[in-house]
């Protein structure tokens, strides 16, 4: 019951921030732009050893908002969100044939489907990509799945730029060092027990009470040459395991999420807010942390003299919701601009737009495009904004017999999600009901396609019953999108280790309250071919599982990517086709890459040191050289605890 009278505390008090002002106190040792999983951590763990840090966090705090620690509830909303529209490529007609593309109308509001049954009145804005702006950044709004990346994303980064620090061992024994492990036995190898990171997944109860999905999971399991009889031990198998075959082995697994053992979100909210409450015994604060919230950072600042530019301080504007993006900006509300100083270091931990965002407003970047906004050169470095990569992502819908049933737990009310007087919501404050335990998304499949780069599992999916994960749009949107059919089975594709890195953010003004221009360019370099390929290999391995599954559920409908033919070879073209035109992402990364010295387009070093500049970092997934495994955020709650360590040695 720790941590139900921890959640009560948490909501009901607040803690003291500064509220910006230029004073004596704007002096740090370091400045940290960004709260999310990379910056987060980062602020918390200089400050605890014994360091000023000013942490500046664009968004407020929500804390007092209840379902943001509810993972079932975790929807992005207006209050956390910074609402972006992304392009998946500089073909227009290609671009027009997503199902889910955003469209602004004459009277300013939204709909959302594809190109050939748009309003006339309608312009395109984009695919929707809402990103975490809040105390606690993406980690309070994703869908939490916390898998290791492969040991070879990690040995990966040790190899093109010679440093030995870099490897699957130290990543391991860091997360040893943090994660409070909630669903394996204590002292299970290659795990934490007693960190600040806590990570739970389902003990197989959630599936005794899915008898219909558990006839899909018997079919996928029969497909790799697993005992269909042992599903609900195979679904609860740690995916996060030690086990030097973990990144080859295919199958069922169960997936686990950065939450506490009731499900409560865990956040890197949780961890500023508990650095900031820490006391010495005569109650003054215990660490030199101050967090300024609704700070807009705008510009890095440099010393003025020298051969090489040395970061020395940020400009930031002070003020609510000051950036475009946030749904509830005004543009004549325009902050008040202040400057901190760092005696030490700059970090950035801004995102993967925002921080090559950041870093182009200050003068680092291709000259080229600094100059055509009239941007003062601090330093050529090509890199900024380029790379750009993400997981591609598609449901693979298959259509059942029957609707899929679930056996009620005895008790349980009715929830509404977080809708007035939601009987749920009570219960989840006491450790109990619905929302403290594991929810039908904690499944995941490994699979290596026929195009596997490395020889490793290559796609990760999640199957849903009665409905798919098709991507973002805005809730407030008129949406033009066929409701499911009934029986729909969901197998959500994750693809891993994709191979396309023609992605960029750059520039569209010199405004920093403006977004920018942020094209992922899927499929648009010579990894095309590969991820395409193992893609529409997915597809035709749903085809053959889908209608393998037992009655009454099955046989399945494989309905999407849709092909009449029986012969494989005749669907493969359409099926590429249909990924191109639907695939969606949210785990974008690469944006200032780690890269070794004769790499033209790395932006830092191994040490996450800005290339050509001083006192400058970036720590946070615009760091990672190729996207992590299935799902960012726990690879970028290491990253953060493997940086802290470089910059003590270097403090």
């Not at 027009?96 to 004459?106: C, E, V």
């Not at 269909?228 to 999420?257: E, H, Y």
């Not at 290596?448 to 490395?454: R, T």
Request: aromatic letters at 8%; charged letters at 20%; glycine letters at 10%.
């Amino acid at each position: 019951m720790v941590r139900v009278a921890l959640l009560a505390a948490l909501l009901s008090s607040a803690l003291c921030v500064a509220a910006g002002g230029k004073d004596k106190d704007d002096e740090y040792d370091y400045i940290v732009v960004g709260s999310g999983p990379g910056g987060g951590p980062l602020a918390a763990n200089l400050a605890k050893a014994g360091h000023s840090v000013l942490l500046l966090e664009a968004g407020d705090d929500q804390t007092s908002d209840v379902t943001t620690h509810i993972l079932s509830l975790g929807f992005p909303l207006p209050t956390n969100r910074w609402d972006f529209y992304v392009k998946m490529y500089s073909n227009q007609a290609q671009q027009l044939k997503n199902n889910h593309l955003t469209w602004k109308r004459a009277d300013g509001s939204l709909w959302v489907g594809n190109g050939s049954a748009a309003p006339a009145d309608a312009s395109p804005l984009g695919v929707y990509y809402p990103r975490g702006a809040t105390l606690g950044g993406s980690s309070v709004i994703n869908a939490a799945g916390a898998v290791l990346p492969s040991r070879s994303d990690w040995d990966r980064i040790g190899q093109i730029t010679g440093d030995k620090s870099w490897s699957n061992a130290k990543f391991r024994s860091i997360l040893k060092r943090i994660e409070d492990n909630h669903y394996l036995p204590r002292g299970t190898p290659g795990h934490g027990f007693d960190g600040y990171l806590g990570i739970n997944g389902n003990d197989g109860t959630v599936w005794q009470n899915q008898p219909d999905l558990v006839k899909v999971f018997e079919s996928m399991a029969s497909m790799v040459g697993d005992n269909p009889a042992q599903v609900i031990q195979q679904v609860q198998r740690d995916i996060n395991s030690d086990s030097p075959t973990r990144d080859k082995t295919q199958g069922l697994f169960g997936l686990p999420f950065h939450v506490n053992e009731t499900w409560g979100r865990f956040s890197s909210r949780d961890l500023v807010r508990e650095t900031l409450a820490a006391k010495k015994p005569n109650g003054e604060p215990k660490y030199k942390l101050t967090l300024q919230t609704e700070s807009l950072a705008t510009r890095i600042l440099f010393k003025k003299g020298g051969k090489t530019p040395v970061a020395n301080g940020i400009e930031y504007l002070s003020g609510k919701s000051l950036y475009s993006a946030d749904p509830r900006f005004n543009a004549s509300s325009t902050g008040t601009k202040r400057t901190a100083t760092a005696k030490k270091e700059v970090i950035l931990s801004a995102g993967v737009f925002n921080t090559p965002q950041l870093l182009l407003l200050s003068g680092l970047g291709p000259a080229s495009e600094l100059s055509r906004f009239n941007i003062p050169l601090i330093k050529d470095i090509p890199g900024v904004g380029r790379r750009l990569q993400d997981n591609q992502e598609l449901p693979l819908v298959g259509v059942a017999q029957k609707v899929l049933e679930s056996i009620p737990v005895p008790g349980d009310p009715v929830c509404t999600f977080g809708a007035p007087g939601d009987p749920c919501i009570d219960l989840f404050t006491r450790g109990q009901g619905p929302y403290a335990r594991a929810g039908l998304n904690s499944n995941a499949f490994l699979w290596k396609s026929n195009h596997s780069a490395d020889g490793e599992n290559d796609v990760l999916f999640f199957t849903f019953p009665n409905g798919a994960f098709r991507g973002f749009w805005p809730a407030e949107a008129v949406v033009n999108i066929p409701p499911e059919a009934p029986g729909t089975v969901g197998m959500a594709m994750v693809k891993m280790n994709p191979q396309n890195h023609a992605g960029y953010v750059k520039l569209k003004s010199a405004n920093p309250r403006d977004t920018p221009d942020i094209n992922f360019e899927m499929f648009g370099d010579a990894g095309a071919e590969v991820d395409l390929g193992a893609m529409a290999d997915a597809a035709a391995w749903s085809r053959v599982m889908y209608p393998q599954v037992a009655a009454p559920v099955g046989p399945v409908r494989a309905a999407e990517p849709p092909c009449d033919s029986s012969v494989p070879s005749e669907c493969v073209a359409g099926d590429k086709q249909w990924v191109k035109d639907q695939t969606f992402g949210h785990h974008a990364v690469g944006t200032a890459a780690i890269g070794g010295d004769k790499d033209k387009l790395a932006v830092l070093d191994s040490k996450f040191r800005v290339r050509g500049v001083e006192n400058l970092r970036v720590v946070d997934g615009s760091a990672f050289p190729r996207p992590p495994g299935a799902f960012p955020v726990l690879a970028t709650f290491l990253l953060s605890e493997k940086a802290v360590e470089d910059i003590l040695k270097d403090a």
